[in-house]
């Protein structure tokens, strides 16, 4: 179909429901159990250490148990085979797109499997439960680890690299994210502006369907090997 040089790709929670994982604002996803003021600010950190530490570390525990699904084979496929330019930026914070085999990767809400200490700033892997104790493996001070996902209120990661690489896409697809949630759900005005191409992939039509190109609708597993398939003729 399409020869684009340069493929940005925006993941949202959608992609990784057929493996087992909750989005966030479905009827039964987890800011519909979960106030995320409580759970995902800085604040409710603050109030609640403990409980917010819990929450984040059954998310972790769970992710030693899922498996990455069709379309997140289906992505990594399309990093290997295209010749081009090629950034996959997600949202999520598991770890089922580098499990898939993604490489060319930004977790721009930051990842499960990581720790940051809030005494020297260390980023760091973390497979195991976080504490009000535990120490920092680089400053040794305890108490000051918390989760390395990215709050309500604070900044995404790699943002200059996104934007770079929006700057140049040719083509740009957004997988399984409902758009609510900036600076991700205005990427599709910037890439846009770039004169890309923009396709959505989603279970539904979302609030910033009119924003694409084209939009197809249906479950990430089918649309997403199906569209590659298409990419890669
Ligand atoms: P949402 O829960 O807002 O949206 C998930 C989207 O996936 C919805 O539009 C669903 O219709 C769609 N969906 C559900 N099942 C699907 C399937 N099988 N195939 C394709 N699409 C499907 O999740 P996000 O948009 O990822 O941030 O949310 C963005 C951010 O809000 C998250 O990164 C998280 C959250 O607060 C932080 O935690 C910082």
Redesign the pocket.
């Known amino acids: 179909m399409h020869t684009a040089r340069s493929i940005v790709i925006l993941t949202?929670?959608?992609?990784s429901?057929?493996s087992g994982i909750s989005?966030?604002?479905?009827r039964n996803?987890i800011?519909a159990k979960h106030d995320?003021r409580d759970y995902?600010t800085p604040e409710g950190y603050e109030r609640h250490p403990a409980r917010v530490l819990e929450f984040y570390n059954q998310r972790r525990r769970a992710l030693k148990s899922v498996q990455p699904n069709q379309a997140h084979h289906a992505l990594a496929r399309l990093e290997g085979a295209h010749k081009g330019e090629f950034l996959l930026v997600t949202?999520?914070?598991d770890d089922l797109h580098e499990s898939a085999g993604s490489r060319k990767l930004v977790h721009m809400?930051g990842e499960l499997n990581s720790a940051l200490c809030r005494a020297c700033g260390m980023r760091a892997p973390w497979r195991d439960d976080i504490t009000v104790n535990s120490q920092c493996k680089s400053c040794g001070a305890t108490g000051f680890l918390r989760p390395d996902?990215?709050?309500?209120g604070e900044m995404p990661y790699q943002m200059e690299t996104i934007y770079r690489a929006l700057g140049k896409a040719e083509l740009f697809i957004a997988i399984?994210?409902?758009?609510?949630?900036y600076p991700?759900a205005q990427f599709v005005e910037e890439a846009r502006l770039s004169g890309a191409r923009t396709i959505e992939?989603?279970?539904?039509e979302?609030e910033n369907a009119d924003a694409f190109d084209e939009r197809i609708t249906g479950?990430?597993t089918e649309t997403v090997p199906a569209l590659v398939d298409r990419l890669l003729g």
């Open positions: 949202g929670a959608g992609i429901v057929e989005t966030f604002r479905d996803g800011w995320w995902a949202q999520n914070v809400h996902v990215v709050w309500f399984g994210t409902s758009g609510h949630v991700a992939l989603n279970l539904d979302t479950r990430a």
